[in-house]
Structures are given as C-alpha cells and as structure tokens.
C-alpha cells in the first residue's frame, strides 16, 4: 500500500479524531490531492528521527480555508503502520511517501482484563481533572491515550502493540505506577497549602 505521508511529532491513534492546521505548502499540496481523489494518507511518527510507524488517516472535512490558503481539517484515524519504503518527496509532489505495510491487530480481550482497564481509566482521568464520560461500550485502549500521561514514546509503544490485549495490561501497569504517585503529589500539595492557616491540633493523651 503507498500513501502519501505527514511526518509529525505526534502519535495519531486508530479511531481517533484529530483536527490539523495545515500551512506548509507541501500539507496543503497533499490535503488537496487527496480530497480530490478521496483518498487516504499516513501520519508517521517523528521524534527527533522518523520511527518508521503511523497511522493512515482519512480527511473527513475541511473545517476552514483561510485566505492565504491555510487550512483547518479534520481527520479520523484508521490503521497503524510500518514504513517500509519512504520517498521524501514523492515523485512530482513537494510532500512525501511511501510504501506501508499495516500492523497486525487482535482486538479480543477478556472481561476481566476489561473491567479492571476501566477501572483503572476513570481513576486515572478524574485525578487529572478530565470532564469526560467513559462509554465502556465504545472505549478502547487508544480512546483516552493522549490524556493519561503518556510519553510520546510511550504512546508510539501502545500503537505498535499486535493485540488489544497486550496493550490494555501496558496501560493496566502505567496506571498502577502513576495513580498512587499522583495522589501523593495531590496529598503533599494539601499539605503545603495548610501552612501559613490556623490549625485545630487534637490534644495528645500522654
């Protein structure tokens, strides 16, 4: 499969929706091929170096085009993959491309593993302040990945996982780690704005 690709210091996740302004002349070139072809494109993983993964994506609108030929898109993500042949740029085009090979993917997961990934999720996004509703029925391992204090390397980890699986334990441990220190960051900042106040001690029986 070749596709046109968008090298970006971000990890685009299968199912995702993610919004892009678009101001270099080569995106543009690209956004406006692909809609007029309705086709895809891949955005590939760049941190510091291209991984050689991403994420094919497809336009889904054109939310804004501003008059020195900007753009605001919006995109959904379909399909984690392997670069296995990047041409920078393509022939004829001012982007680049490449032959990709899509990441295998087993989506089966068992309940218990499930319920205690949810468990865990809500948790983890009620500590940090995040006002969503989680929908057990629409919530996968990729849902919430950009909001519970992934690295970016650590995100590209979670996208290249053959398995739901594998990746739902990967989070499973990340948020075993992270929980109980947020909560003791939240505790000792408690603590810190107590000093300076009146306090009520209870008498000591001695």
Do not use: W
């Not at 995702?16 to 086709?39: A, C, G, K, T, V």
Request: charged share 30%; net charge negative; aromatic share 12%.
């Amino acid at each position: 499969m070749k596709l046109p690709l968008f090298p970006l210091k971000l990890v685009a996740f299968p199912g995702e929706e993610l919004n892009l302004h678009i101001f270099e002349p080569r995106y543009r070139q690209l956004i406006s091929d692909i809609s007029e072809q309705d086709q895809t494109f891949g955005i590939c993983v760049y941190n510091d170096k291209l991984t050689g993964f991403g994420t094919e994506v497809k336009l889904e609108a054109i939310h804004h085009r501003y008059d020195d030929g900007r753009l605001d898109i919006r995109t959904i993500g379909l399909k984690a993959f392997k670069i296995k042949d990047f041409q920078n740029p393509m022939e004829d085009k001012l982007y680049a491309g490449g032959e990709v090979e899509y990441l295998e993917d087993d989506p089966n997961l068992t309940n218990v593993q499930y319920f205690e990934f949810l468990f865990y999720l809500k948790e983890m996004l009620y500590l940090l302040n995040h006002q969503v509703e989680v929908h057990p029925e629409t919530t996968t391992s990729f849902t919430y990945a950009h909001k519970i204090g992934l690295k970016l390397e650590e995100e590209l980890e979670l996208l290249v996982m053959p398995s739901e699986s594998l990746r739902v334990d990967y989070l499973i441990r990340h948020f075993k780690r992270m929980i109980p220190a947020i909560k003791a960051l939240e505790e000792a900042k408690r603590k810190i704005r107590q000093n300076g106040h009146f306090k009520h001690l209870d008498p000591l029986d001695f």
